[in-house]
């Protein structure tokens, strides 16, 4: 292994062991749902030309590429949706260049947001993913989360939110030095979970393939 490699990986444990210290572990309660039936699970790749990064995706999902953020164009091309038709659901894949300029939307107090341009450092992008997935407390009965190394040789953090939470799965990838990208999957409807949460459980297989064999790509 490279001496940069260790350094890196190195980095982003300590980055990893600061900030998720004070998380909270909740107990998460069980209950019963209505049987669904769902598609039987097979797997294409999505390997844009010119996209930094691929990844295997449902044959029943369809991806689109994000032209909008906050009703603005998004800092780079790269950012994409996997929609889920028959769920009514998404995941949200956005793009950041470590190091690079991008414009932050900071909430305003009388509401709106204001244009503020900075830089994606890695730590502070590290802490955005974990505050966007305690924004989701109040209405929690659970919060988890898992650092995670795949055989691809890629790290991140994986979220898992119980109760009636917007976004119940979230994660994060990065090779700390260049690459970084958040993922949240979505569902286009209120949240209840007892309702969702068959649909959310069938999903997450699929998103864990996707961690599974996702790779970033070297220009």
């Known amino acids: 292994m490279k001496k940069e490699n260790i350094f890196g990986s190195t980095l982003f444990a300590m980055i990893l062991a600061i900030l998720l210290s004070c998380n909270s572990t909740y107990t998460s309660k069980k209950t019963g749902f209505y049987r669904i039936d769902f598609p ?18 449902p ?17 780079n091309p790269f950012w994409r949706n996997i929609d889920f038709p028959q769920f009514n659901a998404r995941i949200f894949l956005s ?20 244009d503020s341009l900075g830089i994606n450092y890695f730590e502070k992008m590290v802490n955005d993913a974990v505050n966007l997935t305690n924004k989701n407390e109040s209405v929690a009965s659970s919060i988890t ?22 976004t119940a799965r979230q994660f994060f990838v990065s090779d700390t030095s ?16 007892d ?19 996702f790779r970033w790509k070297n220009f």
Not at 178 to 193: C, D, E
């Open 178 to 193: 260049k690459n970084f990208l958040r993922g949240a999957l979505y569902f286009n409807a209120t949240p209840n979970a």
């Open 145 to 166: 989360d898992s650092v995670f190394h795949t055989s691809n040789g890629i790290s991140g953090i994986y979220f898992k939110v119980g109760g009636n939470a917007a």
């Open 95 to 114: 793009y950041k260049i470590i190091g690079g300029q991008a414009t932050y939307k900071v909430p305003q107090p009388g509401g709106g947001y204001k």
């Open 195 to 213: 309702s969702i949460q068959p649909v959310q459980q069938f999903l997450e297989q699929d998103i864990l393939h996707l961690l599974n064999t």
């Open 59 to 75: 044959v029943y999902a369809e991806i689109v590429k994000d032209s909008t953020y906050f009703d603005a164009t998004p800092e």
């Open 40 to 57: 039987q699970r097979a797997y294409q790749i999505f390997d844009e030309p010119g996209v930094p990064y691929s990844f295997e995706y």
